[in-house]
Nanobody, 124 residues
Framework: QVRLVESGGGLVQAGGSLRLSCAASGRTFSGYAMGWFRQFPGKEREFVATIIWSVTTTYYSDSVKGRFFISRDNAKNTIYLGMQNLKPEDTAVYFC?????????????????WGQGTQVTVSS
């Protein structure tokens, strides 16, 4: 059974940094894409970043480009989301996701597996 577990969320002041982790278990996602999404209260989940597992190819939403950085550690079957210069509007629940396809996607329905989410709160 595939399981994704996020960690690293918390409370940080505006301008600060956090690094989220997502550990995958149950199978290896080598060769497949994984991503990060976030959900604001009362809003639909939105795309943040995605990475191809086996090569260093990434894609970001415009709202986080240049501040957030997605990476992966194949040996640990883990992806990360480094977040810098955080803003109060980044406050959300952040979800890790994986898809059974190799191509990058920003679409929620293209992802097959989801973590439980981790809360990130940025105070002003």
């Amino acid at each position: 059974q595939v399981r994704l577990v996020e960690s690293g969320g918390g409370l940080v002041q505006a301008g600060g940094s956090l690094r989220l982790s997502c550990a995958a278990s149950g199978r290896t996602f080598s060769g497949y894409a994984m991503g990060w999404f976030r959900q604001f209260p009362g809003k639909e989940r939105e795309f943040v970043a995605t990475i191809i597992w086996s090569v260093t190819t990434t894609y970001y939403s415009d709202s986080v480009k240049g501040r957030f950085f997605i990476s992966r550690d194949n040996a640990k079957n883990t992806i990360y989301l480094g977040m810098q210069n955080l803003k109060p509007e980044d406050t959300a629940v952040y979800f890790c996701a994986a898809r059974d396809q190799p191509g990058l996607s920003r679409l929620i329905h293209d992802y097959d597996y989801w973590g439980q989410g981790t809360q990130v709160t940025v105070s002003s």
